[in-house]
């Protein structure tokens, strides 16, 4: 028996609808395979230091960004080894040109570290300072003195990178 064209068709439109279609998943990998290189490109400048929001970090222009290395954070309360606390500003001893917490991580954190080589000598082992625009200068003398005599004498003081010559 003959169909009519309109059977026909009809079978042909059940025919296709009766499949459910698959998912094309090669476009699919290749945008996020594009949106890794992107993010793994774009990612490698960036070193970002974790900082208290009550921080208010000076402003550089220096287009040199620092290694990553050990981290002294000052708030106007306490001064903080990698997230840990090691002194009470308001404790600190005025007399004294060093703070004794600070010294004493510096010495464990430093007989963790690997040794030196001879030009590694010279320069010590690197740390990073966090603190207030505000803090007095004398306490940063302290710390400062406080890392350089624990060996850690290649200082760095964190800033906020200033956009072109304006404010951040």
Known sequence: ?????????????????????????????????????????????????????????????ADQLPDEQLVVMVTTEDILVAGRRVARVAEIDREANTIAG???????????????????????????????QEIPYRLLKKIMTTCAEADYRDISLAVAQAADGGEP
């Open 102 to 132: 600070l010294a004493q991580e510096l010495g464990f954190r430093r007989e963790r570290e690997r040794p030196l080589d001879e030009a590694g000598q010279a320069r010590g082992y690197p740390v990073t300072i966090m603190g207030d």
């Open 1 to 61: 028996m003959k169909q009519s064209l309109r059977a026909r068709r009809m079978a042909r439109h059940h025919r296709r609808h009766k499949n459910t279609p698959g998912l094309n998943l090669v476009s699919l990998m290749d945008i996020f395979t594009i949106l890794v290189f992107f993010l793994l490109v774009n990612s490698s400048h960036v070193q970002v230091l974790q900082a208290d929001s009550s921080l208010d970090l000076p402003t550089s222009n």
